[in-house]
């Protein structure tokens, strides 16, 4: 699934973001200073979702939703750069990423759950990033779904974007919490292969071969209906 959907007219803002004014915002350091240089060529501030803008009433942690565009330089982008401009910007935000030009270019979609901090309302708190396939950017673009208000719009996008299928009556939180745990015991099996298949011992393979197996039932638990 793509994620990119047609947003509403009116809701339109296209405001250029100067990235010099994000990164001084957030108090970026030079490492994420030199992502932003080398990796974004512009950042647009695309749409802005609010009540006043597709009638859709706020809801508490959803005020508004933002839809960020950012032309890339290269055909990645770092995850610090959007953790950085989510830290500047005190709302949910979708962000399509796109690279390349004409009919070579192609789009990503990418966001985070976030909301406000339980210990402190004031600060917002983001999950993992979850992303959507690169597709043409030119390709036809789906109806927003269906939404009573702001909360349940941004829940939809988000659901879109999970790495994993939600279960029968599965809280937005909880198939958070359950992608999280997807991607962090991927990355264990991931890691638990290479050791296989670098261990030359056949008493350690053994061993390697059976926490690997552990792992892909934990794995399969997870990503089980």
């Not at 994420?32 to 080398?38: G, I, N, P, S, Y």
């Not at 959803?62 to 500047?88: M, N, Y």
């Not at 290479?194 to 011992?201: D, F, N, S, T, V």
Request: glycine share 4%; hydrophobic share 40%.
């Amino acid at each position: 699934m793509s994620g990119l959907f047609a947003y509403p007219k009116q809701a339109e803002f296209d405001r250029t973001l100067p990235k010099n004014k994000i990164y001084e915002h957030s108090g970026a350091n030079t490492r994420l200073r030199d992502l932003f240089v080398e990796q974004v060529e512009k950042i647009v501030w695309r749409y802005k979702l609010a009540p006043e803008t597709i009638n859709l009433a706020a809801k508490p942690g959803v005020p508004e939703i933002q839809v960020f565009a950012i032309q890339l330089k290269t055909s990645e982008l770092h995850r610090d750069v959007l953790r950085c401009i989510d830290g500047a910007i005190q709302f949910p935000i979708i962000f399509e990423l796109t690279h390349g030009q004409g009919a070579e270019a192609r789009s990503q979609v990418v966001g985070a759950y976030k909301r406000p901090s339980e210990t402190d309302p004031a600060s917002w708190v983001c999950s993992d990033y979850f992303e959507s396939v690169w597709t043409p950017a030119a390709a036809v673009r789906a109806s927003l779904p269906l939404a009573l208000d702001l909360g349940g719009l941004y829940e939809q996008l988000l659901r879109r974007l999970a790495p994993v299928i939600a279960r029968p009556g599965e809280p937005l939180h909880d198939l958070v919490a359950r992608a999280e745990k997807v991607t962090a015991k991927e990355r264990e099996v991931a890691k638990t292969e290479a050791r296989l298949a670098k261990e030359k011992q056949f008493n350690r393979k053994v061993e390697i071969n059976s926490t690997l197996r552990q792992l892909k039932a934990e794995l399969q638990s997870l990503t089980a209906r």
